[in-house]
Each structure stands twice: as C-alpha cells, then as structure tokens.
C-alpha cells in the first residue's frame, strides 16, 4: 500500500492485516467510492455505438416501467420477466412486426448492465437468467406455431456478387469509391461503424498489401492483413489505391471513405456515418441486378461463408473479422455451408 492510500482509507494501518467485516464506516465508505469510480472509467470508455444501445434498452425499461406501474430501479427476477413478456407483444422495425427475439434479448443485457454501472443498483448474480428461460420458452412456442419475428440473419454477399457489383460501379468518383469501400469491408470482415471510423493512415502498405487497422471496434481493435487479390478486378488492395489516388486523400488524419455530393460527385467534407456504409452497400447490389437486398453486415457474413467454402478454419475467420473464437452468430454462418460439408 502506498502512503496516499493509507491516508484515503484509514483502517489500512502497518501490522496484522484487517479483515474485509471489520472494515469501519470510513474505509466502507472510501472502497464504495473507488468502486463507484472504477465503473464510471469502464463506463465512459464503451464505444459510442454501445452507449447508445444501452441508453436505448434502458428508455425501453422505463416505457415499460410507466405502462406496468413498476418502480423504474426494480430490476429484479420478476420483473425482467414481466419485461420480457411486455416486449413480446411490442411491434417491431416493420408495420405489422413484433419485436425480434435477439433484439428482446438485447434489451435485457443493456437493463441489467445500465441498472449496474449507471444508476449504481446492486443487483443479483444471475439476475436475468429467469427472464431468458421465459424468452427462450415464448421462441419455442413461436417456431412450432410457424411465426417470424425480426429481419432475420443478413444475405451473406459472397465473391460471385463482389464481382458482380464491381464490375456494375461507374467509372466515376462515386463508383472508383463503392468498389473500394465494398472489397474493403468484404476484405476485413468490418462493422459499419469499423469501415466509417477508419483514417487514411489506418490502411498502411506493404510489400504483401495492406495492414488495415480496426482501430475503432464493438470489441477490440485489430490489425487486420490484408493481400492482394488473385483478381485485380475484386482486389481491395487495388480498388484502395485507385480511390485514394482518384480523390487525393494526402491527409493521414482524414476520412478513409469520404461523402461525394448526390449529383455532382465532387467530395464533401467528412467521411460517411455507420448507416452511410450500409446504404452505399445496398445501392451497390441493386445496381449490379442483384435481387438479393444487400446490408451492411452482409460483407461481414459473407467473409465467413466465402472462407469456409475454402476450408478456413472457424478460429482463424473469427480472428479476422473480430468474432469470440466459439461465437455462436459466427456459427450459424457457418452452418450454411457446414450442413452440406459434414453430413452423413
């Protein structure tokens, strides 16, 4: 112990050390405050994307909350049932839609976690397990009784439609900028948020390609290698120095994928938002005739697919692209083509 916390915490004194119950109202209170720092520290440094979903989960609570008659910091077994239940009957993104599972299941994490870091509640362990259970038995009912919930799992876009949608790409500003920004997000596995965030100075050269650094992440940057591509047509690499050349991107600092004007194409001020990088997605497919509507996570899936049909390995692709090693959402975009590969 240094002298500055002996002086903050006054029953840490030279000799037997003291236990944590006869701990006196001075050192209680002086742990309690280091606690309640330590959260606001891991707290403030979420990502914005993160913040903002909690903050939306926690609105969400407290709609439920005024329509139910429950105390806003009741957060307890009970409760989160009700909350889960109240959800199910909430209409979804889309008119005549109800509230997806995964989105009901997200709304308990951000509950639980808000309540814990940003009001200070003490809550108990395994304090949503009930509510889960709840929701996992409402799922069962809904796939028995043939319902769907939600916009489902993202159309992987694979290397049959990168080469589709490059080869669609006008040979203008806007179009040199799509190919790079699609074959980039395909090539890294990215997050809209990931691909937006991104500075000229986060795509270095090297004699093999490109390092891109991850550096703004939903999990934890990364250092993502990126080679050239067997087809100059569908190279990220190439399609990367061909838009940096064409826009004159010199400033290290600046955006790495820039906002064009809607009609003229000249280059704006700023680089694209999160939702930007969908919509170029989007727009990019439909051009190309693709029937398939494209999102901004279908690079991302498609990465995946396109890798296990090489016979990647699940742990090197989730090192790609910044999946947990045993993910389960990257497992069910494997399974498309594992239920082909490995059955009897």
Same mark, same amino acid.
């Given at each position: ?6 002086t ?36 403030d ?14 609105a ?19 409760t ?7 959800? #199910?009957?909430?209409?979804? #993104? ?23 870091t940003? !009001? ?32 489902? @799992? ?46 000229v ?18 999990v ?13 047509? $569908? ?7 061909? #838009? ?12 790495a994928?820039?906002?064009? !004007?809607?009609? #003229? !194409?000249?280059?704006?001020?700023? *680089?694209? @938002? ?6 170029? $997605? ?13 999102? *901004? ?22 090192k ?5 090693? !045993? ?18």
């Amino acid at each position: 112990m240094t002298e500055r916390q002996v002086t903050v915490i006054g029953t840490l004194q030279p000799g037997a050390p003291v236990r944590p119950e006869e701990f006196d109202a001075a050192t209680r209170a002086a742990l309690e405050h280091i606690d309640g720092q330590a959260v606001k520290v891991v707290a403030d440094h979420r990502s914005a994307n993160t913040r903002k979903g909690y903050a939306q989960d926690w609105a969400s609570w407290g709609k439920f909350c005024a329509a139910s008659e429950v105390p806003l910091f009741a957060v307890t077994p009970g409760t989160l049932v009700m909350f889960v239940e109240w959800l #199910w009957t909430q209409p979804g #993104w889309k008119t005549g839609t109800f509230i997806a599972p995964r989105t009901i299941d997200r709304r308990i994490t951000g509950t639980v976690v808000s309540a814990r870091t940003d !009001h200070g509640l003490v809550l108990e362990g395994g304090v949503a397990r009930l509510a889960r259970n709840r929701l996992k038995q409402l799922v069962k009912d809904m796939e028995e009784n043939g319902e769907q919930r939600g916009r489902g @799992q993202a159309p992987p876009l694979l290397v049959e439609h990168l080469t589709r949608i490059s080869a669609a790409c006008p040979d203008n500003l806007m179009g040199i900028r799509d190919r790079a920004l699609i074959l980039m997000h395909f090539a890294v596995a990215g997050r809209e948020h990931e691909i937006a965030a991104n500075r000229v100075r986060d795509y270095a050269d090297t004699p093999g390609g490109l390092l891109a650094d991850m550096r703004v992440s939903k999990v934890r940057p990364r250092i993502v290698p990126v080679p050239y591509g067997t087809r100059p047509s $569908i190279c990220p690499v190439r399609a990367w120095t061909a #838009w940096k050349e064409a826009a004159g991107l010199t400033d290290p600092d600046g955006p790495a994928f820039r906002r064009l !004007h809607s009609r #003229w !194409h000249t280059l704006l001020e700023g *680089g694209l @938002q999160p939702d930007s990088v969908g919509d170029v $997605i989007t727009r990019a497919g439909a051009r190309a005739g693709i029937e398939i509507r494209f999102t *901004g996570h279908s690079p991302r899936c498609g990465l995946a697919t396109s890798s296990r049909l090489k016979g990647h390995d699940q742990i090197v692709i989730a090192k790609q692209g910044d999946w947990a090693p !045993h993910s389960k959402v990257l497992a069910g975009h494997l399974e498309v083509v594992d239920q082909w590969e490995d059955t009897p």
